[in-house]
Structure formats: structure tokens, C-alpha cells
């Protein structure tokens, strides 16, 4: 009798092990990480007149945006109904394109729409607004963020210093609108709800921050600038506008006309050479060259001036090689807890 008990609590430890084993059969494939990247880049072409549609793992050409006149493009930004809005520089307007098919849709802000001449720049405000600098004016404008109707002047020309805005103008963490001022080497700061000049957060410089493109805010509590015939990208404490050092040093990797730039989630940073045509990218902790994301010229890119991340995710998914993990593991571990079970009867 004390046998056959023995017999019996023994078989249940096994089974009760073998469930668990069942448990973590069941999790960790799971947490294996998908085999290749989940976003494509989108780069804007100025002088090729086309948004290229990039794999953001090999650099492979996927099409482009289409269905609409587009010349010469700048910023590109997803906004809140998850389409995507486009600076159309030369034809003074901004386009409106599906994020998933890439096909037009609506000319958001018609042509020379309150006085626009040359958009650059976009940037959504708190308020659900479209911004858009208008660079030949020197000035910002805003407009209705449904139906994209002219709403004012919203920094007025020259305001500040104000000279070429340029494509990567910004809303910062304060709520306050963060403008580089190309010409004069300049960040230039505003109030978010007025558009009252502050002050200038960043007096670079020649020296320091030659032709400021894009603006980045990151969560390291530090301010990232693209300068153009600098070709670097220069950080900034995010508060003060103190300078803190040269994160991408001058001419890294091949870098000549740093233009646009966008973070990755898996830890990369990618940065328009519109001088050569390329895509770089960079690791997005210590600054350092990794390789090209898109070779010079790849689907006839030419003079690509801004980037950004379609789909960027980096959450833990099922690989192939997780699920066929985890149906053999279910296999095993069903077979093993019936037999287990028939050692106590």
C-alpha cells in the first residue's frame, strides 16, 4: 500500500513538472524575436520628385508613393486620421497619401493656400492644427487640421530672425514650436498657442550648426539637429539649449548634406545624404557609422532630403522557427504528461 502511494505522489511531482514544462513550451517561442524588421522607410527625392518606398532591413526599392504630381518633396508626416501629409515645395502645396497603399488622395492645402510659397516644414500642434513653414516667406502657417482651410499667419515673416525654415520644425516637449532657421544657423523658439516669438534656444552658428535641418526631441532629455553643409548632427540639452556635443561626427560614413533623420525603435538612426543620394544609418546610442540603409541611387533617388519610418515596431512576435518550436514542445509535452498519467493508474 505505502508503495502504490508512492508510486502515486511521485507520478503527480511528474505530472505537475510537466505541465509547467508545458507552460514555458507554450511562452518562450513566443518571445522569440520576429527574423527580419517590421517598417520601410520613407525618403523624399527633391530633385527625383518622388517619395521612395524603402525595406528597412535590406534597402530593397518597394515603389513609391503615386497618384498625384509630386515636386519637389520635403517633410513627410503621419497625421492623426493616419494618413500621410506631404510638403510639396514647388507646386506651394501639401498632399494627402494612403499610409497603406501609398496611393493619393486629396491636395490637403490647395496651392499658394494664404500666401504659402515654398513648404518645407510640417508639424501637427496640440491643438490637432496643421503647421506648415513656408520658406520663402520665412514664416509659418497654420491650418485647419480636418479640412486643411488657411486659419492665420502663425509666426509672421522674419519673426525672430526668422530666414528659411526648414523641413524639420517641431513641437517640443514644452509645447512650444522649435523652428530651424537655415540661413542664420539658428533653432529659433515660439509659443505653441500665439506664435510669439520667445526666443533663440540655439545660437550655432558657422561653427557650431550650419544650416539646421531636422529637429529630434528624444527621451534622454536631449535635442538632435541635422546640419546640412555641416554633415554632422549636433545635440543640444533639451531645456537650456546648451550645447552638449557633435553626436555624428562631420563626414561619418560618407555623410555629405545632412538633411533628414529618424529614430528606429531596434536602435538605429537613419540620415538623408542628399549630396550622394544616400540613406545612412547609424547606431542610435553611440553615434557611430553601421552601413548604408539605401545605397546611392537605389529606385532613382535624388537629393533625398527627409526620412521617415512607416511600421516601426519592436515588440517581442512569433518567429517561424518559434512556431514550429512550440508545436513540437505541445507534442512532447502531451505525450509525456499521458504517460505520466497512465503510471498512476
Same mark, same amino acid.
Given at each position: ?15 505537475? *513538472? ?137 509666426? *509672421? ?35 505653441? *498657442? ?152
Amino acid at each position: 500500500m505505502s508503495q502504490r502511494c508512492s508510486t502515486a505522489v511521485r507520478a503527480r511531482f511528474e505530472v505537475n *513538472t510537466l505541465k509547467r514544462f508545458f507552460v514555458a513550451a507554450m511562452v518562450i517561442p513566443l518571445l522569440q524575436p520576429a527574423s527580419a524588421s517590421a517598417y520601410e522607410l520613407l525618403v523624399s527625392g527633391f530633385f527625383s520628385d518622388a517619395v521612395g518606398r524603402y525595406d528597412g532591413t535590406g534597402g530593397t526599392h518597394q515603389g513609391a508613393l503615386s497618384g498625384a504630381v509630386v515636386n519637389g518633396p520635403q517633410a513627410l508626416r503621419r497625421g492623426p486620421d493616419g494618413l500621410l501629409y506631404l510638403a510639396n515645395e514647388e507646386e506651394d502645396n501639401v498632399l494627402r497619401f494612403n499610409a497603406t497603399t501609398g496611393q493619393f488622395v486629396d491636395v490637403f492645402v490647395a496651392s499658394g493656400s494664404g500666401g504659402l510659397d515654398g513648404p518645407t516644414g510640417l508639424a501637427f500642434g496640440p491643438d490637432g492644427n496643421l503647421y506648415v513653414a513656408s520658406f520663402n516667406t520665412s514664416s509659418i502657417l497654420r491650418y485647419d487640421g480636418t479640412t486643411g482651410a488657411f486659419v492665420d499667419v502663425f509666426v *509672421t515673416s522674419g519673426s525672430g530672425s526668422l530666414n528659411g525654415p526648414d523641413v524639420g520644425i517641431i513641437f517640443g516637449p514644452d509645447g512650444r514650436l522649435y523652428v530651424p532657421s537655415f540661413f542664420n544657423n539658428r533653432i529659433l523658439r515660439y509659443d505653441g *498657442t500665439t506664435g510669439a516669438f520667445i526666443d533663440i534656444f540655439v545660437a550655432g552658428g558657422v561653427a557650431t550648426l550650419p544650416q539646421p535641418r531636422t529637429i529630434i526631441f528624444r527621451p534622454d532629455g536631449l535635442m538632435y539637429v541635422t546640419s546640412d553643409s555641416g554633415n554632422k548632427v549636433v545635440r543640444f540639452d533639451a531645456t537650456t539649449g546648451a550645447l552638449v556635443d557633435t553626436f555624428v561626427a562631420a563626414g561619418s560614413g560618407g555623410l555629405d548634406g545632412a538633411s533628414g533623420m529618424v529614430f528606429s525603435s531596434d536602435g538605429f538612426l537613419y540620415i538623408t545624404s542628399w549630396r550622394n543620394d544616400r540613406v545612412l544609418r547609424f547606431n542610435a546610442t553611440s553615434g557611430a557609422y553601421v552601413d548604408d540603409a539605401v545605397a546611392a541611387g537605389t529606385g532613382g533617388l535624388d537629393a533625398p532630403t527627409f526620412v521617415a519610418l512607416l511600421g516601426d515596431v519592436n515588440v517581442p512576435s512569433v518567429s517561424e522557427w518559434g512556431v514550429a518550436l512550440m508545436l513540437l514542445s505541445l507534442l512532447t509535452a502531451a505525450t509525456l504528461i499521458l504517460k505520466a498519467r497512465w503510471v498512476v493508474r
